[in-house]
């Protein structure tokens, strides 16, 4: 199984690529989090794609291709893949095609659609750990302990991209620049449309009975 999430900002495209990842046995690749590693880490990549993240948009072509060819290279890839956050752009797309292939074999894509208003209001009260990098929801998922994490007890945070202006860039580069991506997929008769707005367990029913 080789899936593509595809959904804009606070779409739970993350919550729920992990849950089926899970499900599956096979690994959840975000390419979100190797890029905050990376810039907690202060690497050469991090360092690049710090000041364009803070901005709300998107890392180049380049640096993207070379870090998912590499991820996708591990061995727990072989028996297949949940890509989150990536291609988002269709030259990414493309390259990932070349990689993976397509038609029996290559790829499957699940589209999240969720309205910009809802996703604005998701992201503001978003909040997570930075030590063990569980994901909360002021209003929807609080945890169980104002601003601390049920898991490992340290203080939540609001990721720093986490604000209403970042967030309407990162939809505007969405749309500019990933919603191609669908068409691209559509196109080729591998996209799955699924209702991401409501209670997690039943966008995930949705998404299961898309690949079903």
């Known amino acids: 199984m080789r899936l593509i999430f595809i959904g804009p900002p606070g779409s739970g495209k993350g919550t729920q690529a992990k849950r089926l990842a899970g499900r599956l046995g096979i690994p959840h690749i975000s390419t979100g989090d190797m890029l905050r590693e ?11 794609a710090a000041p ?14 070379g870090i ?7 061995p727990d890839a072989t028996r297949g893949f949940i890509l989150d956050g990536y291609p988002r ?8 095609e070349k990689l993976v292939g397509n038609g029996k074999g290559g790829v499957r894509v699940v589209q999240l659609l969720v309205p910009d208003d809802v996703l604005v ?8 750990c930075p030590q063990c990098g569980a994901v909360y929801h002021l209003e929807s998922a609080p945890p169980a302990k104002d601003n601390v994490c049920d898991k490992c007890g340290a203080q939540l945070v609001a990721r720093p991209d986490d604000n209403e202006e ?8 969405f749309h500019e620049q990933t919603l191609p991506v669908a ?13 991401g707005v409501g209670p997690a367990d039943e966008v995930f029913e949705r998404i299961e009975r898309s690949l079903s």
């Open 38 to 48: 990376a810039i907690a880490e202060g690497t050469d990549l991090g360092k690049k």
């Open 52 to 65: 364009v993240i803070a901005k709300g948009g998107l890392v180049s072509d380049d640096l993207m291709v």
């Open 68 to 74: 998912i060819k590499d991820r996708l290279s591990k």
């Open 89 to 96: 752009t269709v030259v990414q797309a493309e390259k990932l």
């Open 121 to 128: 209001k998701r992201i503001a009260l978003r909040r997570s």
């Open 166 to 173: 970042s967030v309407r860039k990162r939809l505007e580069a």
């Open 183 to 195: 068409t691209f997929y559509r196109k080729k008769s591998v996209l799955r449309e699924v209702d």
